[in-house]
């Protein structure tokens, strides 16, 4: 089932919800009998739904662990998690190239899947420091605990080894201590609890670590038609310069991008789309660049894409044109910004 774009509410996607029902029913909970304890209407579980707010996925996670008796639940939520889980992002993931890549897009698109919180990533030394800003807080530990056991499951199956143990540092209490050993189990060793944020801090070489079985070439067009959704998505709170911008990269490798091309698919008269972008202070060249400049700079960091290959992905039909583009652009030729 492909899931439905959210609404302005925060929402969960339906294949997100998954792991949820699936590691409740592994304990003997029902959809039904969510539904009941949470006072959600009859159906709203099951069959599965395109999507549900938020704020009802985080309650039925504490619900499930209570009718399940189960106290690490969201451990287990975690453990369920499958590619499709994280909707078409998820295969954005499998055609990267490495794990840097991985956390990138991530960043981009982790909202496709869910509006429960967003991930960060910096470096330290030669320390990578992952950290997930929850949108509920510390209290739900069953959340942040299911997010980081995702993480672990989807990063192994990625790698295809189980990865190190993070030093792992989590906002919440932990749970019973006399219970905190099922971390251990999970997550490979136990966090620091009470931290001042949700951080995985782990050896910084490892964002160079391959994708094993990546498939790099389906990448550009996996990611045209992931921002085609986070277009859709955002359209309502995003400025006329970011709409525009993710129209032109979701169109770009299917042929030339015309003004009047992304007016139409915005739903508006290329003369009002001008004065727009006028009003923005930009023109839509000027966004058209950018946008294509900031792809250039992607793709040539992929080996296995050649010249002509970038060239029919920005939207040129020749090479020699792509070629002084980028030169002014970037101060040199594409084939010299590779080498550097």
């Known amino acids: 089932m492909t899931p439905a774009l959210f609404d302005h509410a925060s929402r969960v996607a339906g ?3 998954q792991p949820l029902l699936e590691a409740a029913a592994q304990r003997g909970v029902t959809a039904q009998a969510l539904e009941q304890a949470a006072s959600l209407p009859a159906g709203t579980l099951e069959p599965l739904p395109d999507s549900l707010p938020a704020d009802d996925y985080v309650r039925l996670l504490d619900i499930a662990a209570q009718l399940a008796k189960d106290p690490h639940f969201g451990l287990h939520v975690g453990q369920c998690v499958k590619l499709g889980t994280y909707t078409v992002y998820g295969l954005i993931l499998l055609s990267c190239r490495d794990f840097g890549q991985v956390f990138e897009q991530t960043m981009r ?8 919180g967003r991930s960060g990533i910096t470096i330290d030394d030669d320390i990578a420091h992952y950290t997930w800003h929850s949108n509920y807080g510390s209290a739900q530990r069953h959340l942040v605990d299911s997010v980081f056991s ?3 499951v989807f990063s ?23 219970l905190r050993e099922e971390y251990v189990r999970v997550l490979g060793d136990m966090p620091l609890f009470g931290a001042e944020a949700n951080v995985a801090s782990f050896n910084a070489a490892m964002l160079t670590w391959p994708v094993p079985n990546a498939d790099v070439s389906l990448y550009p067009v ?5 921002e ?11 400025t006329i310069t970011q709409q525009v911008h993710a129209a032109i990269v979701s169109r770009l490798a299917h042929g030339q991008v015309r003004l009047a091309t992304i007016a139409d698919e915005l739903k508006l008269s290329p003369r009002t789309l001008q004065r727009k ?12 660049d950018q946008a294509r400049f900031a792809l250039a700079k992607d793709y040539l960091r992929r080996p296995e894409l050649s010249l002509i290959d970038i060239t029919f992905l920005l939207g040129y039909q020749e090479q020699s044109a792509f070629n002084h583009a980028f030169k002014e652009w970037a101060g040199v030729n594409p084939g010299a910004y590779r080498n550097n």
């Open 228 to 238: 085609q959704l986070l277009l859709q998505r955002t359209a309502h709170q995003a």
């Open 109 to 116: 698109y982790e909202q496709l899947a869910h509006d429960l």
């Open 277 to 288: 972008l006028n009003d923005a202070g930009a023109t839509f060249q000027q966004v058209l």
């Open 222 to 226: 996996l990611q045209q038609h992931a």
């Open 15 to 17: 294949s997100y919800l």
């Open 156 to 178: 192994n199956w990625l790698a295809g080894i189980t990865l190190p143990a993070n030093e792992l540092r989590l906002m919440h209490d932990g749970g019973p201590p006399e």
């Open 150 to 152: 995702g993480i672990r």
